[in-house]
């Protein structure tokens, strides 16, 4: 243990060189194509065997997928910052993430760590009290900023990586390093084919911050997940003159207007707290002409998996039938899934048992809450069904802004924390 904690520590300039390298080149969801290629450079140079994108995805099971103009504008830009073509072209359309895999010298256990690599669509602020703008490491993509860690949860896996290439004599078992796309907005973990993880027998995630707001703090395990479903919908109508054929037209404005109301006025459940919200409505062509357009994005939110899929046949109904009171059309796509999740208590135990040994935590909480959705629970779901188990960690950091605002930074110091419990999780036995 005291030679871990002895080798995080001297990785502490590197952590903070390449957290602050992908603050700096932030990619939004599926765009991951400087971050997934920088990756996939250094694990392999380490003696990985990388599994990139297509080697690790099912094409149709990716949820919100960018526009293909976005997807070949980050391609570009990729290209343009001097990512080695082949390496773009395997992930072009969207295949971006990777799985890095090292088998140990003796038989044993396969244990997977996931780290979610993907910005939050902000602009990031430009206030010299704004560390990261101050110190030049600042996002260079308008509207593409690292607000939620996830930078940092990348640095923390390189870091892993390079302990655990340093102790590959020790290593039993086979160790698998996921570096997921698009979790904001629950969108990649449902694209991971259901074959990578079918071996694994204990699975770990874990967020920086969030509901342990200070550097040293660590919760061994997580509970109130919040499962969820993002609900995009596009009502098409038929347009026609407002004064000369108001009875012409398909008033798609109107239905997209009813379906947001009626979906707030959905009751709510005897089975568990669930969530509902209507977050963006655009609707409509001109002033004097019926709306034949309008597109809504939804979401709902459960305590359970069971209350959300209920949730969830609740709004597609009121999305269906409000188009129907108007007589218009409504397509309906899930942009986003992801489930409620109980963390095995044997493996809460065990990282609680390891943080404690490790004695680098100030304050070791068997559980923390976490109250909001992360698409861990896809890949924990599937891993459970197989007969794995799986533990959600938060490492407390302090925080400059809260997740998700322009403003977003934290203490660099939890990465050396990560590094060496995540290296003990693997290794201990
Ligand atoms: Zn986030
Ligand atoms: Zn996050």
Redesign the pocket.
């Known amino acids: 243990m005291d030679t871990i904690i002895k080798q995080a520590s001297e990785r502490n300039a590197q952590l903070t060189t390449w957290r602050r390298f992908f603050h700096r080149h932030a990619e939004v969801g599926w765009t991951e194509y400087i971050t997934t290629a920088t990756i996939a450079e250094i694990l392999t140079e380490l003696g990985f065997e990388v599994l990139l994108g297509r080697d690790i995805l099912s094409a149709d099971k990716r949820l919100g997928l960018p526009s293909a103009d976005t997807l070949t504008a980050a391609k570009e830009r990729a290209l343009a910052y001097g990512i080695d073509a082949r390496l773009v072209e395997a992930m072009d359309g969207g295949f971006t993430g990777l799985c890095a895999i090292m088998r140990g010298s003796e038989e044993g256990k396969t244990v997977c760590l996931r780290f ?1 690599i993907d910005a939050n669509d902000l602009t990031e602020s430009t206030d010299d009290d704004h560390r990261p703008h101050r110190e030049g490491f600042a996002s260079l993509h308008a509207g593409s900023m690292h607000a ?3 930078d940092g949860h990348i640095a923390v896996g390189l870091g892993v990586a390079t302990l655990l290439a340093e102790h590959r004599a020790d290593l039993k078992g086979t160790v698998l390093l996921l570096f997921q796309s698009a ?2 907005g629950v969108r990649g973990a449902s694209g991971i084919s259901d074959t990578l993880l079918s071996a694994v027998d204990e699975l770990y995630g874990f ?1 920086l911050g ?1 509901a342990l707001t200070e550097t040293g703090t660590l919760g061994a395990s997580t509970t109130d997940f919040l499962a969820t479903t993002k609900l995009d919908a596009v009502f098409t109508g038929a347009p026609a003159h407002a004064g000369a054929r108001p009875d012409g037209g398909k008033n798609a404005l109107l239905a997209a207007a009813t379906a947001a109301l009626q979906l707030h006025a959905l009751p709510r459940r005897a089975d568990g707290i669930s969530r509902v919200n209507v977050g963006t409505l655009y609707a409509g062509e001109g002033r004097n002409t019926i709306p034949a357009r309008a597109a809504l994005s939804a979401e709902v939110r459960g305590e359970t998996t069971a209350v959300n899929r209920a949730m969830t046949d609740d709004a597609k109904r009121v999305l269906t039938a409000s188009a129907m009171m108007h007589d218009t059309a409504v397509d309906i796509t899930t942009v986003g899934q992801a489930c409620a999740l109980t963390c095995d208590e044997a493996l809460a135990k065990r990282a609680l048992g390891i943080a404690s040994k490790l004695g680098i935590f100030s304050a070791v909480h068997e559980s923390v809450s976490f109250g909001a959705s ?1 698409d861990f629970t896809v890949l924990a779901e599937q891993v459970q069904s197989c007969g794995g188990q799986a533990d959600y960690l938060i490492v407390g950091t302090e925080l400059a802004g809260g ?1 998700h605002t322009d403003r977003f930074d934290f203490d660099e110091h939890a990465l050396v924390l990560a590094t060496a419990l995540f290296t003990a999780l693997v290794l201990a036995d």
Do not use: K, L, Q
Request: glycine share 10%; charged share 40%; aromatic share 10%.
């Open positions: 979610d939620c860690g996830h979790e904001e967020h969030f992360e997740h």
